[in-house]
């Protein structure tokens, strides 16, 4: 090949490059999101994301969903905090205050085991650790809405909502694990 038919292979293969990054990305999110529980969370979420370049994997777009759940965590913790430094504890009974304290605990094991799921490969030898991982930030916020249920004369929990948000990112990001584990 000449030099005139390696430049013509260099504009071709930056061509196609540049048209990958163009729209694969999209396709990727597409793809993947459709496997999940929840197709439009997984696509808003990953969508929003500024970070082009983790929008072209599933790997990459773990990154992004448990960013995002570690933000809603966090979100959920502070939300505790403040109900408990409140001197009258919002008007909280006891039982309320301790399904506080608990899911506190919960959050901040949430957020630990989130900071350290590593998705750079997700395979079989990776998905179990990821999976224990990223469940615990799934079953936090669960246990925590049943603590506010299970016991009795307690106030209703002021956090379902950030609950369900947090478990929601948790399941989607758990399924698109299990397709990359198996």
Wanted: contains cysteine.
């Amino acid at each position: 090949m000449g030099c005139g038919g390696a430049t013509m292979v260099f504009f071709l293969v930056i061509g196609l490059v540049l048209q990958a990054k163009a729209g694969g990305g999209d396709d990727v999110v597409h793809k993947w999101c459709k496997i999940t529980p929840n197709y439009d969370l997984c696509t808003s979420i990953i969508k929003a994301d500024p970070r082009t370049q983790l929008k072209q994997s599933p790997n990459g777009m773990c990154v992004i969903l448990r960013d995002r759940a570690v933000v809603e965590v966090i979100a959920a913790d502070t939300m505790v905090s403040r109900y408990l430094n409140n001197k009258t504890k919002a008007g909280f009974n006891k039982y309320g205050v301790e399904c506080l304290q608990e899911c506190a605990g919960f959050y901040g094991d949430a957020i630990y085991d989130l900071d350290i799921s590593d998705f750079t490969i997700i395979n079989q030898t990776t998905y179990t650790p990821l999976a224990v991982q990223v469940g615990s930030a799934y079953d936090g916020p669960k246990t925590c809405e049943e603590c506010f249920t299970e016991r009795p004369g307690t106030t209703p929990s002021p956090l379902t909502s950030q609950n369900h948000n947090i478990q929601n990112i948790s399941q989607i990001i758990l399924s698109i694990l299990y397709l990359l584990g198996n």
